[in-house]
């Protein structure tokens, strides 16, 4: 996969362009995408997409985090095994961009001869550029336009919104149904403060991504994915008020039968279902005492067959 936002780079050849945000690349993404590699490959054209490094939320002044980090949207793509992506920061300039003048770009320097958008898609001023504005524009410019029909789980459409109010509402599980897969931190270990070990519970810290969405704070069950295994875990969203006065959220993970040394290693943390809220412990002996539940609740998790992916 060629990045083209970079170095003045565009497609060497004729493509079929998907456009949208993308965040998370739930299942009505991945139908989007389905329908670029199958409308693509039967005309002989290379899969490109445009898309934006954040979310346009949080430039409109919606305070929400993103599902994905950049580098985390970027993967997603080349597992998808897209040709040519166009990472665009989003800005208010281009919010303000005539919708015209978006399809005509992606008709130039995108070289896009079919382009695929869902049903409730729109760009440019004023959310102009609807899917009937661009098979009427792009289509009287020789560019085929498919249209696709809303991906639905319980009778309405996914969407990256929907997956993200579940997982504010501690809904990991119903958050996987729609994106397909489990919500995941991608993180490098940082240093803690030492103590997990202490008391037979040692853990991998860090903090959460800026701009990437924290759930609902308190403890999940999840795994661990680190150098291609993955450990089922418990996870700590929060400020572990038991041993700290400090007011940062931080994600922790017990690993559960794993010891070793990662700091500075990259992890995969995904989350499967929420366990408890964070409590503030009379002494660490209570705190250890719980740990012990939630890792039982963990195994018999894994245990009853679910799969750690
Ligand atoms: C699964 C899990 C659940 C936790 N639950 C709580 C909690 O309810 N209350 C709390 O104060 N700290 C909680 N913690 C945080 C612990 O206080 C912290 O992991 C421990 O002190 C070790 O910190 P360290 O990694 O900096 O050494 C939890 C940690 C984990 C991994
Ligand atoms: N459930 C769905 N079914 C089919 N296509 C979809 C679905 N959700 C989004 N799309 C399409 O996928 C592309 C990227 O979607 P985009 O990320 O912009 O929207 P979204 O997932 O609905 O997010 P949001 O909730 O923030 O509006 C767009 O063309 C959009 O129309």
């Not at 959460?208 to 150098?227: A, D, F, M, T």
Request: proline share 4%.
């Amino acid at each position: 996969m060629l990045r083209i936002d970079q170095n003045k780079e565009r497609p060497g050849e004729d493509t079929a362009v998907a456009i949208g945000t993308f965040d998370g690349m739930h299942r009505g993404h991945q139908q989007i995408l389905w329908r670029l590699k199958q409308a693509a490959s039967r005309q002989g054209l290379a899969t490109a997409v445009y898309t934006f490094s954040g979310i346009p939320g949080a430039v409109l002044g919606k305070k929400t985090g993103a599902l994905f980090t950049k580098s985390e949207k970027q993967a997603a793509f080349a597992a998808q095994g897209i040709d040519y992506l166009w990472m665009q920061k989003f800005t208010r300039e281009l919010a303000d961009m005539p919708a015209e003048a978006f399809v005509d770009f992606l008709l130039s320097a995108l070289r896009a001869r079919v382009i695929v958008v869902g049903y409730n898609n729109t760009f440019g001023k004023d959310a102009r550029g609807t899917p009937r504005f661009l098979q009427e524009y792009a289509g009287a410019r020789g560019a085929k336009v498919y249209i696709e029909k809303p991906v639905e789980w319980e009778g309405e459409p996914v969407s990256s919104t929907r997956i993200r109010e579940l997982l504010l509402h501690g809904e990991p599980a119903r958050a996987a149904q729609l994106l397909g897969e489990p919500y995941a931190f991608h993180a490098r270990v940082e240093h803690g403060k030492r103590l997990g070990r202490t008391i037979g519970f040692p853990t991998v810290n860090f903090y959460v991504p800026e701009g990437k969405l924290c759930p609902k704070r308190g403890v999940y069950i999840s795994s661990v994915e680190y150098r291609g295994r993955k450990y089922a875990g418990i996870t700590n969203i929060g400020m572990r008020p038991t041993v700290d006065d400090g007011d940062t959220v931080n994600i922790e993970s017990h690993m559960i039968g794993f010891a070793g040394d990662i700091y500075g290693e990259e992890v995969c943390v995904r989350l499967f279902q929420y366990l408890r809220g964070e409590v503030k412990f009379q002494n660490v002996e209570g705190l250890r005492h719980q740990l012990s539940e939630d890792r039982e609740g963990a195994l018999s998790f894994f245990q009853k067959g679910k799969s750690m992916r």
